[in-house]
């Protein structure tokens, strides 16, 4: 609200608060004329001796009293729009803040959180600051401003008694609005909570559109949105029936204040100690009142459920990160690019350790690769080396410097990988290649493609690199989503390489094809593999076989074949199970063979058209 580093916003403020004074004193202002103008067409004329002679006249006092309901109305308007960047550049600064304290959050807060729930939590929480800045600078202050001046105005005036009667109506009605409001806080909540409920069941349920329709769960997952609407529907009736009840206890409270001193005023004007003018000026200046009283009450609740929507958001700034970069960090300066695990512990809960002294060094330009059953730790291990979490003992090391000792962002731009699930953004193939390197030009870009073994695919659409991707990348197949975070990895040209299971995924054609622009990738580059596919890191300098967290066996592949041990054991079962894979689909081409055969025999005619061996059938029915 008063950003040092912007002068032109603090001006704004000191102009928006001129404005203001100037504002309420002509609102304030305003009743004097329209009295001054009821006597004069009673014929009292009391309008002040120190106005000019032809400004008492009845017409003229008319007149001036709507100029000046309309300069208070100007006054006002130019206040709001001078104060309007104000507000709005607190808004941003502390959404900002927000957004990007979420980033610095660890892997572990993100794995823990909906994405819906998180995206709802801050999309009110923002809401919230806006109400508050809105409301409490401009419509809470000017109130109490106003205020004031009516009670100096009545007691100046008219007496303490009026000033009692007026505070204590208004002490009553701001006590009544509050514990109200105070009521209707936990109403709120609940509403609040229901509608988080139902947003993340709808993004986690469009997020998983095709399960949804694999398994025919349309119903079910309708069913649990509504269960969540159902929630939010009592909660929001409850809200709306509590305002108004609310609204309606203001209204009493202030109809029988104003009435009490309309009752006083009254009984002095048949007494002849008041004009008809002072009786109108009375009526004019409380009814000026009870629109920022009303205000008061509707600001109170909007402060209040602003900061109810904020509660959640708070919380958020409030989380502590987990992985923080020492105070004396300095970046990561590579030189060779040898990586060393030296005696590293860790564990995600204390009670299950994953990694139990795992110790192996990655040489400059070197390729190592980890194999392992699933959960023996592989995973765990890039998450480490990238940073995501800090070891529990032990260190990582590049080039002789702690990992936990250097600045986060230097030790990841040092580091590129090739996951095993490519996420991509929602936006064109060009944007998620230039990801790796976000100043890269087009011709970088294209290359990087190209060097990926994806451009002539890309050259092939309509849009070409333009052509939108998609939720995720859903568009493309796992294969083109694979070349894509290559041609990424290239662009960004890291001395380290991370591929952690990158063709675990893909079927076997396909996985040789990325193999091959992975060897590209890997060339030169200190390359640490994560497999799970035995086949692609034969050629690797070193092969390391983790087993419940622990280094069982490690060598070359053909040390490791010699050993026979559980290297051996997993080589041997994934080459019977691709020889199996291998022998389906060539007794898959051979049906389809025979098939176009009997066709060409019962209609020499017949062209030879590919079949797919899914779903092919001959005209006798026989597969």
């Known amino acids: 609200m008063w950003p040092r580093e912007r002068p032109d916003l603090r001006a704004r403020v000191l102009w928006a608060s001129f404005y203001l004074l100037v504002a309420k004193l002509l609102t304030v202002g305003v009743p004097y004329f329209y009295k001054w103008a009821t006597d004069a067409l009673d014929g009292t004329h009391s309008a002040q001796a120190w106005l000019p002679l032809a400004l008492t006249g009845a017409v003229t006092l008319v007149v001036a009293y709507n100029v000046a309901r309309v300069l208070s109305v100007a006054f006002n308007q130019l206040r709001d729009a001078i104060f309007a960047q104000v507000g709005q550049y607190a808004v941003r600064r502390l959404a900002y803040r927000t957004f990007v304290h979420m980033h610095q959050l ?63 109506t208004v002490a009553v009605y701001a006590w009544f609005t509050v514990k109200a409001s105070d009521w209707r806080i936990a109403i709120r909540r609940e509403m609040n909570d229901s509608d988080t409920d139902a947003n993340t069941k709808a993004i986690d349920s469009l997020l998983n559109f095709e399960t949804v329709k694999y398994f025919g769960n349309e119903g079910m997952e309708a069913e649990r949105f509504d269960r969540s609407m159902a929630r939010y529907e009592k909660a929001a009736t409850q809200t709306w029936t509590s305002l108004g009840w609310l609204n309606f206890g203001q209204g009493v409270i202030f109809s029988a204040g104003m009435g009490a001193v309309m009752v006083m005023s009254a009984l002095e004007v048949q007494a002849g100690t008041q004009t008809l003018g002072d009786f109108v000026f009375i009526n004019a200046l409380l009814m000026q009142l009870s629109i920022p009283l009303n205000f008061i009450g509707f600001v109170y609740r909007e402060i209040r459920q602003g900061l109810t929507d904020m509660e959640k958001m708070f919380e958020l700034l409030g989380v502590e990160e987990e992985v923080k970069d020492h105070p004396d960090a300095r970046p990561l300066a590579v030189s ?130 333009e052509t939108m991707v998609g939720e995720r990348g859903l568009k493309l197949s796992g294969g083109e989503k694979q070349r894509v975070a290559i041609a990424r990895t290239l662009l960004k040209a890291p001395p380290i390489l991370v591929l952690d299971e ?66 051996a054991e997993m080589w041997t079962m994934q080459r019977e199970a691709s020889e199996a894979e291998e022998a389906l689909r060539r007794a898959r081409e051979a049906d389809e063979q025979g098939i176009l055969q009997r066709r060409r025999v019962n209609d020499p005619g017949t062209r030879e058209e590919p079949i797919h061996a899914s779903g092919a059938f001959d005209d006798d029915g026989g597969a």
Request: proline share 3%; glycine share 8%.
């Open 106 to 168: 660890s892997l572990r807060f993100h794995l823990e959180r909906r994405t819906g729930g998180l995206s709802r939590i801050i999309e009110r929480g923002t809401k919230g600051i806006e109400t508050i800045v809105r409301f409490a600078v401009l419509n809470t202050v000017p109130t109490i401003l106003e205020f004031l001046l009516t009670a100096a105005i009545f007691g100046f005036s008219y007496g303490l008694s009026y000033v009692a009667v007026v505070t204590a």
């Open 502 to 567: 990158a063709t675990s995924a893909l079927d076997t054609h396909t996985e040789q094809e990325i193999q091959d622009a992975l060897d590209l990738v890997s060339r030169n580059r200190t390359t640490l593999t994560i497999a799970h596919r035995l086949s692609t890191i034969v050629a690797a300098d070193e092969i390391i076989v983790l087993k419940a967290g622990q280094i069982v066996e490690r060598g070359s592949h053909g040390e490791l074949l010699e050993r026979g041990g559980l290297y």
């Open 336 to 465: 060779s690019g040898a990586i060393r695990f030296e005696d590293v512990r860790f564990s995600y809960d204390p009670e299950r350790e994953i990694l139990k002294g795992i110790s192996f060094e990655v040489p400059p330009g070197k390729s190592v690769a980890i194999v392992g059953p699933s959960g023996a730790g592989k995973s765990t291990i890039s998450r480490l080396l990238f940073r995501f979490y800090d070891v529990t003992s032990g260190r990582i090391t590049i080039d002789g410097q702690d990992i936990a000792a250097v600045r986060q962002d230097s030790l990841r731009a040092a580091i590129g990988i090739v996951p095993q699930d490519t996420v991509l953004f929602n936006d064109t193939i060009a944007y998620n290649i230039r990801y790796g390197r976000v100043d890269a030009p087009e011709d970088e870009v294209r290359q990087a493609a190209e060097r990926a073994q994806i451009g002539p695919f890309i050259a092939a659409l309509p849009e070409g690199y």
